[in-house]
């Protein structure tokens, strides 16, 4: 007999011809799902950053009253809802973010339009849920 034949065969070699289909499906689904989750992300991140949501949250900051009622660091308090339209190549965007502060928790609304050079604010507000204050904050911008 021949001493080739009696030697045993590696894992690869066994296994080479259902393990490369199958890696190369996982890998394509994988890709698949990375490029998606991406491409998601990177949707969500531009309507949020036109509808100025980083801007309004430091005005927000910055306002002593709402320092007064929340208390020091302010900061989000989860993702938000975020809205914009375009109707004739004018922008309405719409942000409720829910802030919050050491004393209490509040959501911050806004409606804009314009363009983000020349945003014009129609309400930009404060409603502190624990008391039901509501702070009108667009005076402030003036």
């Not at 949707?43 to 208390?71: C, H, W, Y």
């Not at 919050?100 to 507000?125: H, M, Q």
Request: hydrophobic share 35%; aromatic share 10%; glycine share 10%.
């Amino acid at each position: 007999m021949n001493e080739l034949e009696n030697e045993p065969r590696s894992w690869w070699s066994k296994n080479w011809k259902w393990v490369v289909p199958v890696g190369g499906c996982f890998t394509i689904i994988v890709l698949g799902i990375l490029l998606l989750g991406t491409a998601i992300f990177g949707f969500f991140s531009s309507v949020k950053s036109s509808t100025g949501a980083d801007e309004i949250l430091i005005m927000a900051q910055n306002n002593p009253r709402v320092i007064e009622l929340l208390g020091e660091p302010i900061e989000k308090d989860g993702f938000g809802n975020y809205s914009i339209k375009i109707n004739n190549g004018e922008k309405t965007s719409e942000v409720s973010l829910p802030i919050k502060g050491p004393k209490s928790e509040a959501t911050l609304k806004v409606k804009s339009s314009g363009s983000d050079y020349n945003r014009v604010y129609e309400v930009f507000e404060i409603y502190i849920e624990e008391t039901g204050e509501l702070i009108d904050l667009k005076d402030s911008l003036e």
